[in-house]
């Protein structure tokens, strides 16, 4: 059973930037794929951003963003540490949502909420105008 846990969230002005991180326990970690989602009330859970295991490039990962997340989040990895992290730059206030770190199984890849078997309780991001 995996467990993951969320931090970093915060209040930040637009075009500011955080951090989010997430561990996980009860897993080998290196090969499940991680991901982070937002939701705010009253929507659909919407995807973010994938790092899953391929086997192919500098580290054997790959990763996949939204349109809305291309270009100023990076989601990365620190195996050592059983972390993942949302690195999100020039925030809008649209970026506003509860963000949620998610897990599948080994070897799987992450580009929907159904390809999600673990959640997270997720950390509040609030992007002031």
């Known amino acids: 059973q995996v467990q993951v846990v969320e931090s970093g969230g915060g209040l930040v002005q637009a075009g500011g930037s955080l951090r989010l991180s997430c561990v996980a326990s009860?897993?080998?970690?290196?090969?499940?794929?991680y991901a982070w989602f937002r939701q705010n009330p009253g929507k659909e859970r919407e995807f973010v951003a994938s790092i899953n295991w391929s086997g192919v490039g500098w580290d054997g990962y790959s990763t996949y963003y939204s349109d809305s997340a291309q270009g100023r989040f990076t989601i990365s990895r620190d195996n050592t540490k059983n972390t993942v992290y949302l690195q999100m730059n020039v925030l809008k206030p649209e970026d506003t949502a509860i963000y949620y770190c998610a897990a599948a199984s080994a070897l799987r890849s992450i580009r929907g909420v159904d390809d999600v078997i673990f959640w997270g309780q997720g950390t509040q991001v609030t992007v002031s105008s």
């Open positions: 009860g897993s080998t970690f290196t090969y499940e794929p």
